[in-house]
């Protein structure tokens, strides 16, 4: 059996040392017009660099780019489309993090790559795989405004953005990406839409070339939906176990389908959690797995917590892997 | 709709009444001081005074600028719930986290049981009160948005978190109303996180406020109202003051689907805008509330505190909020002085 530690997605991109501080004073003279847009692009460089190795140093097999560049994931993403307009600040599911809402004013398409130049430049500081984590096409458009009459429906925008991501993925794939996940959070709170996910997320199952596939639910409980989410079109299966208190035992009972990669700390807490804990919840999960590998992971982008505490649950998870190693 | 309240707290307001939310941008010399008191450099007291002298500014400049119910600016806080973490017992900072966009707050832990030692706003809002004829709102951080906001480690359940820290806050609230003020603020930007905590939010805000004598106005923005109208008007609140300028949803048009029943405090400035409306912008904002409240139950603010603005863009967007009010309260027929 395979253990690979695997950073979620987002990771914070200030924290409370000066160098930790170089990036958020970056942005800030830039809105003030006190630097360019190549120095700050250059300070963004920077602290993605500082980002990747942090991850490696804490013990992560498969790192992002902590999505440095990105004010927030949806308006990263949106603001690639045409017939997309950027509105005010919405909260993210739950959280205490706010987003740009999209406001779809036309036909969405692709202008170009969208992560295929982060990825490249966190490929070229990391010895290890970089994970391209991106919000997909179901969610993006449950959380976008629908302005005029081009698109009647969210089946339709999604649909709609389905063609740019699965255009997305093959370039990511072409740039040499082994892992992209794909973000569905908001199939949860609707899951009579499972089936309509399914057909939105073939495209980019169809596009992913050598790379594999990762979809990724959080922030709700996925257990009513355990059954139905290992038939999607996916290799890899990353489930938010804080927010589902029953999905261990589901999965011990009926095992998997698909590589699960199983949201072992909270992205959302300041506890920081203790690796045989950890371990123990993974000797749980494996009771009927049948496949080669498991994936420890946070349970959702590490964003929502101080980076001194995403860099010690990154070290639990490594430290668990240790010691499924030497038990298993 | 809520005048008679008004009229018993002894305040008489005009059509149209202008207001801030409740954080106000730090001049450039109060933000140094910050960060020399922070690595030990100058001592609280200094840092105190120079508070005081941003708060007597702000006080100045919204009178000069016309706004009619004011606020101390909040130049002595951190944040929305920073401040209150570090002067509640019970509460720590954790580190930064992010907000949006290049915005952090120091997230708070809550580590034991919450405890209200000594009132945390009162004497600055004695001292603003103090400087100005106007009437002064103070603005207090709801216990839903402090508990939503914070990682808990001590209670392990949000609503024993949240009832916690009501039954804390009510205590500063009560000093508040016992030291004068008669427009209390409960800032709740959480309020639709979660729409099924909406009961756990009334009842949390019931706590606080029950049977205290003031004008209550909960604060809310950039949340999904949808989520949680109209059972939001069941919260104790004389009057909701929302974020309306930033979204992309109308809600005017979706609060009309059911009565209104409260009065209304419109966002009508888009706070993360560095460009500054037109008078006719806001102007056309107020008319578009008008049909949902009764004219006598609108009120006119920014969307939410103006702190992330420069000093010079924050008094020019309270100036076309005001003139804009100005427009809409001369077409009325009332006669614009006070009802």
Request: proline share 5%; glycine share 8%; with cysteine.
């Amino acid at each position: 059996m395979e253990f690979v530690v695997h950073n979620h997605s987002s990771y914070p991109r200030a924290g409370e040392t000066e160098a930790a501080q170089r990036l958020r004073r970056a942005h800030t003279a830039w809105e003030c017009g006190d630097i360019t847009a190549a120095d700050l692009e250059a300070a963004e460089r920077v602290e993605m660099t500082a980002i990747v190795r942090e991850q490696i140093e804490a013990g992560a097999d498969v790192v992002t780019d902590g999505q440095v560049r990105w004010d927030d994931p949806v308006s990263g993403v949106m603001r690639a489309f045409d017939g997309v307009r950027l509105n005010g600040l919405r909260r993210y599911f739950d959280t205490n993090f706010y987003v740009r809402q999209p406001v779809v004013t036309g036909r969405v398409r692709r202008r170009g790559p969208i992560a295929v130049g982060d990825f490249r430049q966190a490929s070229a500081v990391s010895q290890r795989p970089v994970k391209v984590a991106l919000p997909g096409p179901y969610t993006l458009a449950r959380l976008s405004v629908l302005d005029n009459a081009t698109y009647d429906g969210v089946p339709a925008l999604a649909a709609a953005l389905s063609e740019g991501l699965a255009a997305e993925m093959a370039d990511l794939a072409a740039a040499g990406a082994t892992l992209v996940q794909i973000e569905e959070p908001a199939i949860l709170a609707h899951p009579g839409d499972i089936r309509l996910l399914r057909e939105l997320l073939e495209p980019l199952w169809a596009a992913r070339g050598a790379a594999q596939l990762v979809v990724a639910t959080y922030f709700a409980d996925a257990e009513p939906l355990y059954a139905q989410l290992n038939s999607l079109p996916a290799d890899v299966l990353a489930l938010d176990l804080s927010s589902s208190p029953h999905l261990l035992a589901t999965i011990a009972a009926t095992g998997a389908s698909k590589t699960l990669a199983l949201g072992l700390v909270n992205g959302r807490t300041a506890r920081v959690e203790h690796p045989a804990d950890i371990a123990r919840q993974v000797e749980t999960a494996l009771h009927r797995y049948t496949l080669d590998a498991v994936h420890l992971m946070p349970s959702c982008g590490l964003e929502h917590v101080p980076r001194a505490t995403a860099r010690a649950k990154l070290h639990a998870l490594a430290a668990a892997r240790r010691l499924l190693a030497a038990t298993l | 709709m809520n005048r008679a309240v008004l009229s018993r707290l002894g305040l008489t307001l005009p059509l149209l009444p202008t207001t801030s939310v409740g954080s106000l941008p730090k001049p450039p010399e109060l933000l140094a001081a910050r960060r020399r008191y922070t690595a030990g450099a100058i001592s609280r007291r200094e840092l105190d005074g120079l508070a005081e002298e941003a708060t007597v500014f702000w006080l100045r400049e919204q009178e000069a600028v016309g706004l009619d119910v004011l606020v101390d600016g909040e130049m002595y806080r951190s944040d929305l719930v920073g401040f209150f973490a570090e002067e509640l017992d019970g509460m720590a900072l954790a580190g930064l986290v992010r907000a949006y966009g290049n915005r952090y707050y120091r997230k708070p832990i809550i580590q034991g049981p919450i405890r209200w030692e000594q009132p945390i706003t009162v004497g600055w809002w004695r001292f603003a009160q103090g400087h100005t004829a106007k009437p002064v709102k103070a603005t207090v951080t709801g216990p839903y948005t402090l508990m939503d906001w914070s990682f808990d480690e001590h209670y392990g359940d949000r609503r024993a978190a949240c009832l916690a820290l009501a039954q804390e806050l009510r205590k500063e609230v009560a000093a508040l109303v016992h030291a004068g003020a008669r427009i209390i603020q409960i800032d709740e930007p959480a309020l639709s996180a979660r729409a099924g905590e909406l009961p756990l939010v009334r009842e949390a805000l019931g706590v606080m406020t029950d049977g205290l004598d003031a004008y209550w106005i909960v604060h809310t923005c950039y949340g999904a109202f949808d989520t949680v109208y109209p059972g939001m008007l069941a919260l104790p609140a004389h009057n909701f003051s929302l974020a309306l300028a930033d979204a992309a949803v109308d809600w005017i048009a979706h609060f009309a689907a059911a009565p209104f029943t409260a009065d209304l405090c419109a966002g009508v400035i888009d706070v993360h805008a560095h460009t500054v409306e037109s008078v006719d912008t806001v102007r056309a904002r107020i008319a578009h509330a008008l049909p949902l409240v009764p004219v006598v139950g609108l009120w006119a603010a920014p969307d939410c505190g103006l702190k992330t603005r420069r000093v010079e863009d924050a008094l020019a967007k309270l100036r076309v909020m005001v003139a804009g009010a100005a427009l809409v309260r001369d077409q009325q027929d009332s006669g614009g002085s006070g009802i």
